[in-house]
C-alpha cells in the first residue's frame, strides 16, 4: 500500500531532550514536507526537500533541522525542544516538482501524524 | 501561490449535496485549484484538482467559473463521515515549493 509513515505517533518528552521524528514514504515520490498544525493557525510548512541533499526552510523552521539523504526517508530533528514545539506534526510527500502537466504530479499524501508533547 | 477564502463553517444535512465555496480572486493562468479534507486530527487527504474544466472523480465534482475567480466542490451526497475541514488551495502545477494551507470550512454532517 502507497504510503507515508511517521514515527512516533505519540510522545511526551521534556525542554531539551534531543528527539527525531521520521517519515518515510514508500512510493519513489522526490518531494517530501513538514508541517505542524496549532489550534487556530491551520497547517503551516516547517521544511521541505525538492530530492536528494535538497531541503529548503518553510514559514516556521525555527527550532528544527531536517536531512535528505536518501529519496524515502525525511526525518525532523529537535536538537533542543521547548513546550513551544508541541504541536502536531504531519509528513508529506509527492511525485514531483518538475513534471508540468502531468496529471496528480503534485497531489500530497500525508502521514497520519505525530503528537509531540514538550514539558 | 493566490489566496483563497472559504467561509470558517458550514452544516449539510446528511444524504444531501454539500456546496463548498471557495473565492480565489487573484488566481493566475498557470494555477491550478486544488482540494484536501482532513477528519478530525488525522492527516489530510486529496480530493480532488483542476485547471479550468469542472472535474469529477469518485469523492466529488469541483466546479470553477468561467473567469476561474472562484470554485465550489460539491459532495453529491453528504455523509456523517464527510464531517471534516475542507481546505482549498491554489498553486501551479509544478510548483514543490512551500505550500500553505488556511483555515479551510469546517464542514458539519447533521443527520
Known amino acids: 500500500e502507497a504510503q507515508v509513515t511517521q514515527n512516533p505517533r505519540y510522545l511526551i518528552t521534556v525542554t531539551g531532550k534531543k528527539l527525531t521524528v521520521t517519515c518515510s514514504q514508500n512510493?519513489?515520490?522526490?518531494?517530501m514536507s513538514w508541517y505542524r498544525q496549532d489550534p487556530g493557525l491551520g497547517l503551516r510548512q516547517i521544511y521541505y526537500?525538492?530530492?536528494?541533499?535538497?531541503?529548503d526552510k518553510g514559514d516556521v523552521p525555527e527550532g528544527y533541522k531536517v536531512s535528505r539523504k536518501e529519496k524515502r526517508n525525511f526525518p525532523l530533528i529537535l536538537e533542543s525542544p521547548s513546550p513551544n514545539q508541541t504541536s502536531l506534526y504531519f509528513c508529506?510527500?509527492?511525485?514531483?516538482?518538475?513534471?508540468?502537466?502531468?496529471?496528480?504530479?503534485?497531489?500530497?499524501?500525508f502521514g497520519a501524524g505525530s503528537r509531540l508533547t514538550v514539558l | 501561490d493566490a489566496k483563497t477564502t472559504q467561509p470558517p463553517s458550514m452544516d449539510c444535512a446528511e444524504g444531501r449535496a454539500a456546496n463548498l465555496p471557495c473565492n480565489h480572486s487573484?488566481?493566475?493562468?498557470?494555477?491550478?485549484v486544488y482540494w484536501y479534507r482532513q477528519i478530525h486530527s488525522q492527516g489530510p487527504q486529496y480530493i480532488i484538482h483542476?485547471?479550468?474544466n469542472n472535474e469529477t472523480n469518485e469523492m466529488a465534482s469541483l466546479i470553477i467559473t468561467e473567469d476561474r475567480k472562484s470554485s465550489t466542490l460539491i459532495l453529491p451526497h453528504a455523509t456523517l463521515r464527510d464531517t471534516a475541514v475542507y481546505y482549498c488551495i491554489v498553486r501551479v502545477d509544478n510548483a514543490g515549493n512551500m505550500l500553505t494551507f488556511g483555515g479551510g470550512t469546517r464542514l458539519m454532517v447533521k443527520p
Open positions: 483542476g485547471l479550468k
Open positions: 512510493m519513489n515520490h522526490e518531494y
Open positions: 508529506a510527500s509527492s511525485l514531483s516538482r518538475g513534471l508540468a502537466g502531468l496529471a496528480g504530479a503534485n497531489v500530497l499524501t
Open positions: 487573484t488566481i493566475s493562468g498557470n494555477e491550478y
Open positions: 526537500s525538492m530530492n536528494v541533499e535538497v531541503t
